[in-house]
């Protein structure tokens, strides 16, 4: 499946990331789903969250956004398909606790980088604990 995001959604959250420095940033994918409940592979939109581990080391969404989130989905004919957050110290790739609280194997994870000058961002699926990287395609909207 090809996984598209468009350059637009794709800045909002690399800019909410480097706000969010020197501490963790996470936020939201929202999108559709096909007929067998599963991501179409578009990321529709982008919701920032608050990290409220307030951590340069770790991150958990707020509660209070991750409701918001699907409610405003749910407004949408949108589900929450994934998640994104920053590392400030290390490469963008999950860390052994990212990989453990891969909650959903469906769900699209992005890494943003921001230990070096060049913002790096990756995206992962994470199923039983096996990384797989996805090539998620910028398309302009
Ligand atoms: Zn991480």
Redesign the pocket.
């Known amino acids: 499946m090809a996984w598209t995001i468009s350059q637009e959604s794709h800045k909002k959250m690399v800019h909410a990331c480097i706000d969010g420095f020197p501490l963790?940033a996470c936020g939201l994918f929202l999108g559709s789903l096909d007929h067998d409940g599963k991501p179409t592979g578009e990321i529709s939109f982008v919701y920032p969250a608050n990290n409220s581990e307030q951590s340069a080391r770790i991150?958990s969404i707020n509660t209070r956004d991750m409701f918001e989130a699907t409610r405003f989905a749910d407004e949408n004919g949108w589900e929450i398909i994934g998640a994104y957050?920053s590392?400030t110290h290390?490469q963008a790739y999950?860390?052994p606790?990212?990989i453990e609280k891969a909650v959903d194997p469906n769900w699209c994870y992005a890494?943003v980088s921001l230990s070096k000058e060049k913002v790096e961002s990756n995206f992962f699926q994470i199923i039983n604990g096996e990384v797989k990287e996805l090539d998620v395609e910028l398309v302009i909207p």
């Open positions: 963790e991150y957050h590392h290390t999950p860390s606790t990212d890494i």
